[in-house]
T-cell receptor
Framework: GAVVSQHPSRVICKSGTSVKIECRSL??????MFWYRQFPKQSLMLMAT?????????EQGVEKDKFLINHASLTLSTLTVTSAHPEDSSFYIC????????????FGPGTRLTVT | AQSVAQPEDQVNVAEGNPLTVKCTYS??????LFWYVQYPNRGLQFLLK??????LVKGSYGFEAEFNKSQTSFHLKKPSALVSDSALYFC????????????FGTGTRLTVIP
């Protein structure tokens, strides 16, 4: 149980284009989903937290107009990187947390974004 | 503010030997602590957590962690390391109050030498 999928696993796009990454909880309802960014050999940086049906809460320094997050249902959240630039190239990881008292997050396998 | 620290970037251990990956925390109130493992180009996998109760927590793949309040530590341990345990390990602490987010340490790369 507690499986989270991400799609695509790897994407290459040209500078100036937009890319959408999907995060799905496959066997549980995720009331809260999180989006992280991980640079090589570094820890995870929380970008934003989203609750189903409401606007995402962005961490300080994260541009909400550039990283659009939609949490339309209890099993799906999307991250759209708009007008991507090479500096947006990174490993993006989503996680999901179910309802109730369990605080652990379950992570997707990540998406490697390369902007050329 | 709450945070965790992983003082070792790299830990090497021989296969079959016990392993320890260190984590210390700083939090006001009772800490909710977690360990995750990350294999190359993969997301994080949950290993174990401490919320309350016994100080020794058992988790997946034979890992355990000991919560030590006096030393503000939550070290990850395994009695006998396997080569397949080689990975990046992250300690994390939950945000305060109703916050759901986790704050991660910088990670420790474990290498088990055959």
């Amino acid at each position: 149980g507690a499986v989270v999928s991400q799609h695509p696993s790897r994407v290459i796009c040209k500078s100036g284009t937009s890319v959408k990454i999907e995060c799905r909880s496959l066997d549980f309802q995720a009331t809260t989903m999180f989006w992280y960014r991980q640079f090589p050999k570094q820890s995870l940086m929380l970008m934003a937290t989203s609750n189903e049906g409401s606007k995402a809460t962005y961490e300080q320094g994260v541009e909400k107009d550039k990283f659009l997050i939609n949490h339309a249902s209890l099993t799906l959240s999307t991250l759209t990187v708009t007008s991507a630039h090479p500096e947006d190239s990174s490993f993006y990881i989503c996680s999901a947390r179910g309802a109730g008292g369990a605080y652990e997050q379950y992570f997707g396998p990540g998406t490697r974004l390369t902007v050329t | 503010a709450q945070s965790v620290a992983q003082p070792e970037d790299q830990v090497n251990v021989a296969e079959g030997n016990p392993l320890t990956v260190k984590c210390t925390y700083s939090v006001s109130g009772n800490p909710y602590l977690f360990w995750y493992v990350q294999y190359p180009n993969r997301g994080l996998q949950f290993l174990l957590k401490y919320i309350t109760g016994d100080n020794l927590v058992k988790g997946s793949y034979g890992f355990e962690a000991e919560f030590n309040k006096s030393q503000t530590s939550f070290h990850l341990k395994k009695p006998s390391a396997l080569v397949s345990d080689s990975a990046l390990y992250f300690c994390a602490v939950k945000g305060l109050g109703g916050a759901n987010n986790l704050f991660f340490g910088t990670g420790t790369r474990l290498t088990v030498i055959p």
